[in-house]
């Protein structure tokens, strides 16, 4: 079981399994090698925060008392008087954020929002080196590796036989494919795209002139590996060959 509101326990292997939002059977694109998930659930998934609730809760400043419930994750309505409330992480009794305001009494008003929503999405960021060798551009088969290059793409079987990177897919005959149609099995996760030095990933361009101070400024850069060399790709132009 998990701790973590909106998580499940999920099976990597025989030997480990961890608590997450999701999972996808396939590679984890941040894990420091490529290995496969099985993704199988233990448990069941502790309670998290349904969807409605950033629409129907409080926010920030406003009255929460009415609405009996706070929108932002780890927050609580707190009463400080009967005519005032407010969502807040934690409060202690007889509290004043000006001596001249009313002591809160912090009597509490219905639960404190979860800190995760139930079927929240993986957490984004950089992504490891291996994705770039390992995982597949889009027409490529990816049958074999599971995970895909493009940001929003994912691997989709046609077959036994074929694999390829794609944003959505379909099981009616497809007319860029001589009406074949596909199986549409999921294998692996959504891409975010190779955010491997940061995320999201960067291209950067720059312009200097070699012959002026700019020159010895981008050679420093290039050995610090800083700038526009921090991004994960990059093109310089320079006003002379």
């Not at 996808?24 to 490529?34: D, H, S």
């Not at 509290?95 to 001249?100: G, R, S, T, V």
């Not at 995982?135 to 590796?145: I, K, P, Q, R, V």
Request: net charge positive.
């Amino acid at each position: 079981c998990c701790s973590t509101p909106g998580t499940q326990c999920f099976v990597k292997n025989k030997h480990w399994g961890s608590c997450l939002p999701s999972c996808w059977r396939g590679p984890n694109l941040q894990e420091p090698e490529w290995n496969t998930w099985r993704c199988e659930p233990l448990g069941p998934r502790s309670p998290g925060a349904a969807p409605w609730v950033k629409q129907k809760c409080a926010y920030g400043g406003e009255n929460c008392a009415p609405k009996g419930c706070c929108a932002t994750p780890g927050h609580q309505c707190y009463k400080q008087s009967p005519y005032y409330s407010k969502c807040k992480p934690s409060c202690t009794e007889g509290e004043k954020e000006h001596p001249w305001d009313t002591p809160w009494n912090c009597e509490k008003v219905g639960m404190r929002t979860p800190s995760i929503a139930e079927g929240a999405q993986p957490p984004k960021g950089r992504v490891q080196p291996w994705v770039v060798t390992n995982c597949s551009a889009e027409g490529e088969n990816c049958l074999d590796t599971h995970c895909c290059h493009a940001v929003g793409h994912r691997c989709f079987a046609k077959n036994k036989l074929w694999a390829t990177c794609k944003q959505s897919c379909s099981t009616d005959p497809d007319p860029y494919d001589n009406n074949s149609t596909w199986s549409c099995k999921a294998l692996g996760p959504v891409s975010w795209g190779l955010g491997i030095k940061g995320y999201p990933s960067l291209y950067c361009i720059s312009l200097f002139m070699p012959k002026s101070y700019e020159g010895s400024l981008m050679g420093t850069q290039l050995k610090s590996n800083a700038g526009i060399f921090a991004c994960d790709g990059y093109d310089i132009f320079a006003n002379t060959d």
